[in-house]
């Protein structure tokens, strides 16, 4: 068998990316998502595409944020990490699968070629991620109406919620952060997103209590993508009452009153209380995604 060749596509040949199959869906998947050409990468053997990888990031980014498309072939798990290993950006690899993957024998085949190839190449699986979709025609979410939202223009206002925040989280990256660089680490690049989004400023809101103490923050946000929810987080003295559901609503209220067709969202599978919040609010799980990150990733 001769050594596949990796190629670095251009706007010349980028076609060669979609000579693969697309068994779990990844097309329709990122219908939305801007790919530059010079961002996506091929393994060929024998002139036939057996591996390929998309990085992406937003329009003004001079390097990818991750690598969310990729894809392997049976039995090209080494050319898969080869194309991994090779890539000049080692940022975190997202995997989108179709919900309920693992209940399909053809889906879960295909998926676990990708995680081999994927640790081949060195990377490690940091969570497993619920993603969610609201449309109007699913309804709002009722709003309780136990809670005052109020916009705040002083980042440190959300600096401070979010170590708060942070400091007993069920969310994986913010504990990797933590981990890596403290509570502040983590706020910070909270706050870093939530700044990247081209979605204004102006739409952050605190939620305030009646008694006007400060039970939490949400962030309505447009990535590249679309409108989503950018951030929902109740402070740890305010927790135990549901206000996270009523984060969530007051957060699809704003965006479709900003006139978004659709809203999407995720959370950590092991996050129990977030997903419930969702399910509550009407919103169905629409994909699966796998998050990696590269073992020499910050060495």
Known sequence: MTDPVIRTLDASDAALFDTMPDPLGAREGHRLTRHRPDWKRVALRDGRVVARGAWW??????????????????GEEEAG??????????????????AGWRDDPA?????????????????????????????????????????????????????????????????????????????????QEELDFFHWCPSPREWWQVAY??????????????NPSGPCIGFIGVLPDQRGRGYA?????????????????????????????MAANFTKAGYPVVRERLNFHPAREGA
């Not at 990490?81 to 179709?98: C, D, G, K, T």
């Open 81 to 98: 990490a080869a194309l991994l290993r090779s890539a000049p950006w080692q940022v975190e690899l997202e995997l989108n699968l179709p």
């Open 209 to 222: 209590t009646p008694d006007g103490e400060p039970a939490g923050i949400h962030i309505p946000a447009h």
């Open 107 to 187: 889906l879960r085949t295909a998926a676990e070629t990708r995680f081999t190839a994927a640790r081949k190449a060195g990377y490690d699986l940091l969570v497993e991620r619920l993603m969610y979709r609201w449309t109007p025609d699913l309804g709002l979410p009722e709003r309780p109406g136990r809670l005052e939202f109020r916009a705040e223009p002083d980042d440190a206002v959300f600096f401070d919620a979010l170590r708060r925040i942070h400091s007993v989280t069920l969310d994986a990256h913010a504990l990797k952060a933590i981990e890596e660089g403290g509570l502040d680490r983590a706020a």
């Open 57 to 74: 990031g937003g329009p003004d980014d001079t390097e990818p944020v991750n690598l969310n498309w990729f894809d392997v072939a049976e």
């Open 245 to 273: 559901y009523d984060l969530l609503a007051e957060c699809t209220h704003f965006l479709a009153t900003q006139g978004a067709e659709f809203v999407s969202a995720a959370t950590d599978q092991g996050n129990f209380p």
